[in-house]
């Protein structure tokens, strides 16, 4: 059986907050360390992260190990450039990506294995929540080609509405996962607590 790959996006540069927000502390260490231990307790075969701003002091404070480290120096453009470098280092016999932001640490790996059951076979595939379509995405190796060309914040979202009705989702019984942006985002996220499941 092929293998899967997750790869976590985390080379933004956090404008909108104003400090590195893969090290804002969470869960005793960051949010980036929490997404990490979070995607380790999935199934994948390889684990991929995406660094771009502030790469060097991610480094040296976040929890690497068993991950393939891919530098993103055009982070500024957009994640999908992220996705783009990240593609050279998936694996050869992988079948496709899991796709995971680095401040979505209350992803579940329920949902996780929910995604990969529904969709490995297909180029695309989503979890919808009770409140609309969020990560984590399948990207199946079909559509690697595609990935490679797009540009900009929410290049894989156009592949997710051209795909239309039919992209295959795993329903989740939950509220998208909390993203960070805003100091706001990361005080709602502290508030919730993290993710049990």
């Known amino acids: 059986m092929a293998s899967i790959a ?15 927000k893969q090290l804002l502390p969470y869960a005793g260490a960051t949010l980036l360390d929490a997404t990490l231990t979070m995607a ?23 929890d690497l190990h068993g991950a393939c480290v891919v530098r993103n120096d055009s982070y500024p453009t957009g994640c999908s450039s992220s996705i783009a470098a990240a593609l050279a280092a998936v694996a050869t016999d992988a079948a496709g990506i899991v796709l995971l932001l680095g401040d979505q640490p209350s992803v579940t ?3 996780v294995a929910g995604l990969v059951d529904v969709a490995r076979d297909a180029p695309i595939g989503v ?66 607590g993290p993710s049990d499941g």
């Open 6 to 20: 997750g790869l976590v996006l985390a080379a933004g540069g956090s404008r909108r907050l104003g400090q590195p």
């Open 40 to 62: 380790r307790s999935c199934t994948f075969d390889q684990l991929i992260v995406a660094l771009g701003g502030s790469a060097d002091e991610v480094e040296k404070v976040v």
């Open 109 to 111: 790996p329920t949902a």
């Open 127 to 192: 979890c919808r929540y009770r409140n609309g379509i969020g990560h984590p995405f399948w990207l199946g190796r079909d559509s690697f080609e595609s990935l490679a060309q797009l540009h900009g914040d929410k290049g894989v979202w156009k592949l997710i509405d051209a795909a239309g009705d039919g992209v295959p989702s795993h329903l989740v019984d939950d509220d998208i996962p909390r993203d960070v942006d805003t100091w706001a985002d990361y005080e709602a996220l502290l508030a919730e």
